[in-house]
C-alpha cells in the first residue's frame, strides 16, 4: 500500500501540473511555479518522497521479522496517507492527526523491534 501511494503520487504530479505546464522555462511552467496550490503540492510529494523509503524498510522489515505489528504497520500508512493528503489539499493545521499518527506508528514499530528475540 505504501508503494501504491508513492505511485499515485508520482501520478498526481505529472497529470496535475507537469502535462499542463508543458517544457521547463516554458511561460505556463514559470507561472505553475509561483502558483500557491502548486506549491502545497509540490512541498507534499518532497515530504511524501521522503518518508516513503523509510516506512517502507520499516514495514518489510517487520514483515521479516514475522512479528505482529499489524497496528505500527496500519498507523505508518494511515499516517502516510492523512498527512499527505492532508498538506496538499487542506493545509495547515489538518496534517498534523496524519503526521501524529506517522510518529506513532515509528515508534511502536521501534518498540516491537527493539522487543524482538529470534
Not at 34 to 42: L, N
Request: glycine share 6%.
Amino acid at each position: 500500500l505504501l508503494l501504491a501511494h508513492t505511485l499515485l503520487w508520482k501520478l498526481w504530479m505529472t497529470a496535475r501540473w507537469r502535462l499542463w505546464a508543458g517544457a521547463p522555462g516554458s511561460k505556463q511552467a514559470d507561472k505553475m511555479e509561483k502558483d500557491a496550490v502548486f506549491k502545497r503540492h509540490h512541498r507534499a510529494q518532497t515530504n511524501e518522497a521522503e518518508y516513503a523509503p523509510l516506512l517502507v524498510a520499516v514495514a518489510l522489515g517487520l514483515a521479516l521479522a514475522k512479528v505482529d505489528a499489524s497496528l505500527a504497520c496500519s498507523l505508518l500508512f494511515l499516517g502516510q496517507l492523512a498527512y499527505t493528503s492532508a498538506l496538499a489539499f487542506l493545509g495547515f493545521p489538518f496534517y498534523i492527526p496524519g503526521a501524529l499518527m506517522r510518529y506513532a506508528g515509528m515508534g511502536l514499530a521501534v518498540l516491537t523491534l527493539a522487543n524482538f528475540s529470534p
